[in-house]
Structure formats: C-alpha cells, structure tokens
C-alpha cells in the first residue's frame, strides 16, 4: 500500500516513548545508537532531528555516528540554551541562535560529512519566535550560504499562510534552497497546496505516536477496569496479524 518516503526521527517522540520532556534530555548519542537498529530492519532514508546539534566541538563525532549507521540527513534548528518544543504556547524561555555561531555549526557539519548525499537542513525558528518574515528570510539566506542543503521553515499557526508567504520570498533569493515543512498546527492544510508552493519535504512529526499513545491508555484503563483484556480485543490489532510483522 502507500507509503511515506522517509522517516523522521524527532526529538520530541523519541523523547516522549523514553516518558522524558523534548528538552534534550535523551542524549543525542543515545538516539543515535538506537537507530542502528532501524536501519536493521528498514531501507527508508532517515531524517535526524538533532535539536541545535550540542557542542560545536562535538558535532563532528556525531556527525560521523549518523553516517556510519545509515542515517541520511540531520536537521538543525537555530536554538540556543534551554529547549522548549516549538509548539509549546509559551515561548518565553526560547533564545534564537546567532546567525553566526548557526553558520559555524552548519560549516562544521559540512567539513565533517564524508558524503554529500548526507543531507543538512538547517531550521528557521523566526516565525515560531514572532520574530517575521524578514528576520526568517535572512537567517534563511545565511544558513544557506554557509552550506545547508535545505531549509525548514517553522510555523505553529493554524494555516500555511506564513510559511506560503515565506517561500514565495525565499523562491526570489539568490540563495534558494529547497524547503521543508512541519504540517502538526496547520493540519486543514492539504500536502498539494504545500507541494504546489515549492516544498519538497512534508514532515508528519508525531501523528503515529499520538494515535498509538491514545490506544496505549485506552487498552491499559480497558484491562485495568474489566480484570481482563477481552473488551478491548476488538480496537487492537490481532496476536495472528502482529506476529507477522517481525
Ligand atoms: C520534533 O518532532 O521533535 C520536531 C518538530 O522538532 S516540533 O515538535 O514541531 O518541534
Ligand atoms: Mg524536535
């Protein structure tokens, strides 16, 4: 049947399945490792999602880790300091990088690849920031300079206006990149209108683990409640169809 292209390895469920904040609290290194295993058993490409990507001085290592184990492309977001998820109304905490020090994370990875098919995105948070337009286009434009591969451009609207907008000015730059989004607010939003304003990479960051999440509690408060697991047999998935997944 369908299926998606590629898999997004976020931060914030990868964080949640180990019942931690998206805060940086699951080590980079760990998550990195536990892909190893992914790429065991599946052939699609691979998208990190690595925060702001740690220490400058690190990120060479991990760099080497990711392509070592299959991973195809990290994403970087331009954050400093103590995380706060994007979509999380309050962002008050949340300190924007300096475009320069972003640029020499973005050098480093550069530097640091062996390959050219390992991909960089660099992450726009000025829309998630209020920060507008003109500081994304420019942040934009830098990170694309020092040697991204791609862009993405945050929004936690409830429509695409702001990122439509934002693509139709980047589209003019000299130093145009391809440019991806994050569709988890602006939900109504049909992939066809995002494809048909220039994305080439739609990221669906956590619908699977919420969707598993809702039946988790639901099968755990059934069993719970009824001393035993037949109520809620008819909402899960059957043993003789699971044991075929393996
Ligand atoms: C993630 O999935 O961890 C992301 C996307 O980075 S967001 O949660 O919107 O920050
Ligand atoms: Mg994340």
Known sequence: YNEFDAIWSSSLTESLIRGKPDNQAVELTTRIEALSETVEVSKKPIIFDADNGGDLHLLKFKIRAMENIGISAICIEDKVGVKVNSLDSDQSKTKQSSISVFQKKIKEIKKSRTSEDFLIIARVESL????GQKDALKRAENYSKAGADAILIHSKNKNADEIIEFSKKFKKSKFYKPLVCVPSTYSKTYEKKLINNDFKIIIYA????????????????????????????????????????G
Do not use: D, W
Not at 128 to 131: D, E, F, P, R, V
């Open 128 to 131: 998630i920031l209020g920060k």
């Open 206 to 245: 956590n619908q699977l683990l919420r969707a598993s999440y809702k039946v988790i509690l639901q099968t755990a408060a059934s069993i719970l409640k009824n001393e035993r697991s037949f109520e809620i047999e008819k909402k899960i998935i059957p043993i003789k169809e699971i044991i075929k997944l």
